[in-house]
């Protein structure tokens, strides 16, 4: 879901291919954000996609699972951090920060 989640924000994925994977309010933040990025930075198509490096991940008390991620991107390392709530027997992505 995190990997998806970059591709849409580089352009590389369309944004309503997260719908069923994240919750509402995280999939109208995801659809913001690369609205904006296509505004200011012009419609991108890069060939190289975003490859995990590392995932670990930890659950919570209240049931969620928090994940730290390692993304790279055309050579460039970035963390991510991801917040996956359990819902209807899935897990839905409910929140995301990408560095």
């Given at each position: 879901m995190?990997?998806?989640?970059a591709e849409v924000l580089a352009g590389q994925r369309?944004?309503?291919h997260l719908t069923r994977w994240t919750t509402p309010a995280m999939f109208e933040a995801i659809a913001r954000r690369a609205g904006l990025a296509t505004r200011v930075l012009g419609a991108r198509r890069r060939s190289h996609r975003p490859r995990m490096r590392s995932v670990h991940t930890q659950l919570t008390v209240s049931g969620a699972c928090e994940a730290t991620i390692l993304l790279e991107d055309s050579g460039r390392v970035r963390?991510?951090?991801a917040r996956l709530i359990a819902q209807r027997?899935?897990?839905i992505l409910a929140g995301l920060e990408i560095a």
């Open positions: 995190v990997v998806a989640a369309p944004v309503d963390a991510a951090a027997g899935r897990w």
